[in-house]
């Protein structure tokens, strides 16, 4: 589990990106999900800081999901990778179960890491690449999605499209007249 220990290091580097770029509550979120890993990892047999470790996640979630829920740049390539990533991090979590002595914990539960901090820096970069910035000038991972489509079986789609608001303006103005 050392892995998870040098992962919970690399997690500090989001904290100072995140402090730099004044996203302080979700810097804070992320240190107090580190330090709680952390004290568990030192001591894998500590049952008391297994919870913790899971308290941890469940802050650094909640934050991330008050992002989420506050912000006008849902649909973008980065939240929708974010989102993926975070979806094989909650499976492997779950696979990873409680049983530590298990052969099959430390690989599910070094995959939470992995996919939890990769979700983590996808979501961070976009929060900061389009926070108060022209949607032409961003990177194009962190430009909005205009179009999205899922085939759920034959002429049959899932998604969204996203269109102008002037387009609609101008549609029902020409129906009115």
């Known amino acids: 589990m050392k892995f998870c220990l040098i992962s919970n290091i690399i997690g500090l580097i989001p904290i100072l990106y995140g402090i730099i770029n004044k996203q302080y509550f979700l810097s804070f979120s992320i240190l ?3 330090l709680l890993s952390t004290f568990y990892h030192i001591d894998e047999s500590n049952r008391i800081g297994l919870l913790l470790d899971i308290v941890g996640c469940f802050i650094l979630t909640t ?7 506050n912000s006008n740049e849902k649909f973008t ?5 974010s989102f993926i990533l975070a979806i094989c991090a909650i499976f492997s979590f779950l696979a990873a179960d409680d ?11 070094t995959l939470w890491h992995v996919f939890s901090l990769a979700a983590l820096w996808f979501f961070l970069f976009n929060i900061i690449n389009t926070k108060n910035s022209v949607e032409n000038k961003r ?33 029902s103005t020409s129906e009115q007249t």
């Open 32 to 34: 107090i999900s580190v």
């Open 99 to 109: 049983d530590t002595t298990a052969k099959q914990y430390e690989l599910y539960h």
């Open 139 to 171: 990177p194009k991972i962190c430009k909005k999605i205009k179009f999205f489509k899922i085939p759920i079986g034959e002429n049959k789609y899932i998604g969204f499209v996203r269109k102008k608001l002037s387009s609609v303006s101008s549609q």
């Open 63 to 69: 934050a991330v999901f008050y992002y989420i829920i």
């Open 77 to 81: 390539i980065c939240n929708l990778i």
